[in-house]
């Protein structure tokens, strides 16, 4: 597997990191926050946040930007994987569509996606720094990192997961045991994407990866984790 898609991984296997603006008010010093984000079909990344916020106001100011995350399930802070993203936040014009797929991961964030001082911004990447643990230390090459057929996954993604919903929760249920040892009555599919599958249950999601990234989804849309499970 190239470093690229083990960064894509990470990335989409999270849920927040920490993001680093440059103050307006301070000359430039780095400014750090927590901020959940969504990875995207094409790679990019979607935040939510407030007008009034610190790092908006930044962001308003000098849209480059960085963000971390870690595995923040494991406590061996030095030797896990990370990914540090670098790039641009740009305001995202398609607010409704953006929140489609934003709210099924963060059904939280429903209050704030209600209220008008709070938009979405898209974290377009220009450099990714992967680490996988000691000595695997890489700068992603974005060409690799890039995703070609995002376009595709999002037109269908919606219909996939509503007709997986209603006719495959025994097999999600199955996948879940098998993947992550947890045995859960109620699942539901919230994203699929190139790269796999994210699945939420007890207020938490759960990813599961594709054995290798697909170029489209197919009609039965777990079939390369049925294959590779």
Not at 98 to 105: E, P
Request: aromatic share 8%.
């Amino acid at each position: 597997m190239s470093n690229a898609r083990e960064a894509r991984l990470m990335l989409r296997a999270h849920r927040y990191g920490a993001l680093s603006t440059l103050s307006k008010k301070f000359d430039g010093y780095p400014f750090g926050s927590i901020t959940p984000y969504l990875v995207d079909h094409d790679g990019s990344l979607l935040i939510l946040v407030s007008t009034l916020a610190e790092h908006t106001k930044n962001i308003g100011h000098d849209p480059r930007v960085s963000l971390i995350t870690h595995d923040q399930r494991d406590p061996r802070i030095q030797i896990q994987g990370r990914v540090t993203v670098v790039g641009k936040a740009q305001p995202e014009p398609n607010r409704e569509q953006a929140g489609l797929r934003y709210l099924r991961h963060f059904p939280e964030a429903r209050t704030y996606f209600g209220m008008h001082d709070f938009s979405f911004y898209r974290i377009r990447p220009v450099a990714i720094r992967y680490i996988g643990g000691f000595g695997k230390i890489h700068w992603v090459d974005m060409e690799n990192y890039a995703v070609a057929q995002a376009e595709i996954f999002a037109q269908r993604e919606e219909a996939l997961l509503a007709e997986m919903n209603a006719q495959q929760r025994d097999v999600l249920r199955q996948l879940l045991q098998q993947r992550h040892g947890i045995a859960a009555a109620v699942v539901q599919a919230v994203g699929l994407d190139c790269d796999g599958l994210d699945v939420r249950c007890d207020e938490q999601t759960w990813r599961l990866d594709f054995p290798e990234a697909v170029s489209s989804p197919s009609q039965d849309a777990l079939a390369p984790l049925k294959k590779g499970g």
